[in-house]
């Protein structure tokens, strides 16, 4: 199974919003709403932000949205804040709803 | 609060096995199942197998299978992961991570603080 591709890094400045992609196949991303989004800050063990590709759990600000089109998932962060200065994943079951695959992990900078 | 502590670092030889503890608190053990995903330095997440809390019933990923083997003692609330004929590029944090049984792909939430297994000759 191959990881997800997400882009290396994106940017954005305070207060505006970035969306990072999360490119999978028909038998991953695209075959049920099982995507999740992680938030991994240097040291630290990464966090849920997002799970079924648009829920936030309690906790999560709702700065943090999530969405899915075809076989590619996004993450879009509004409002951006220095402490979202972090590297997100993106998971995803495989299809087989017992196995899930981990995207390479986007860097975000807030400029 | 829900929590998941793991063991200290470990270093290993090639060829050794090594078993990281990760004890849970403040849920019902046996409502849930425990995953565990290595990050090599550097690289994304990679899952590595579950465990049903509630029935032992353990799920691996294929690349590991026969090199792994996950336990849980419900008596003391901890689920245990040893991996076998360690490689150099076995070296990673391990963490564990709390995941549903009714839907095991669903989330991880919360994490362990990592386990570093370094594996040097």
């Known amino acids: 199974q191959s990881a997800l591709t997400q882009p290396a890094s994106v940017s954005g400045s305070p207060g505006q919003s970035i969306t990072i992609s999360c490119t999978g196949t028909s038998s991953d991303v695209g075959s049920y709403n099982l995507v999740s989004w992680y938030q991994q800050h240097p040291g630290k063990a990464p966090k849920l932000m997002i799970h079924e590709v648009s829920q936030r759990p309690s906790g999560t600000s709702d700065r943090f949205s999530g969405s899915k089109s075809g076989n590619t998932a996004y993450l879009t962060i509004s409002g951006l804040q220095a402490e979202d200065e972090a590297v997100y994943y993106c998971c995803s079951d495989t299809g087989s709803n017992t196995d899930v695959v981990f995207g390479g992990g986007t860097s975000l900078t807030v400029l | 609060q829900v929590q998941l502590v793991q063991s200290g670092a470990e270093v290993k030889r090639p060829g050794a096995s090594v078993k990281v503890s990760c004890k849970a608190s403040?849920?019902?053990?046996?409502?849930?199942?425990i995953s565990w995903v290595r990050q090599a330095p550097g690289q994304g997440p990679e899952w590595m197998g579950w465990i049903s809390a509630y029935n032992g019933n353990t799920h691996y990923a294929q690349n590991l299978q026969g090199r792994v083997t996950m336990t849980t003692d419900t008596s003391t609330t901890t689920a245990y992961m040893e991996l076998r004929s360690l490689r150099s590029d076995d070296t990673a944090i391990y963490y564990c991570?709390?995941?549903?049984?009714?839907?095991?792909?669903?989330?991880?939430?919360?994490w362990g603080q990592g386990t570093l297994v370094t594996v040097s000759s």
């Open positions: 403040g849920y019902t053990f046996i409502n849930y199942a």
């Open positions: 991570a709390r995941q549903s049984i009714r839907c095991p792909t669903c989330w991880f939430d919360p």
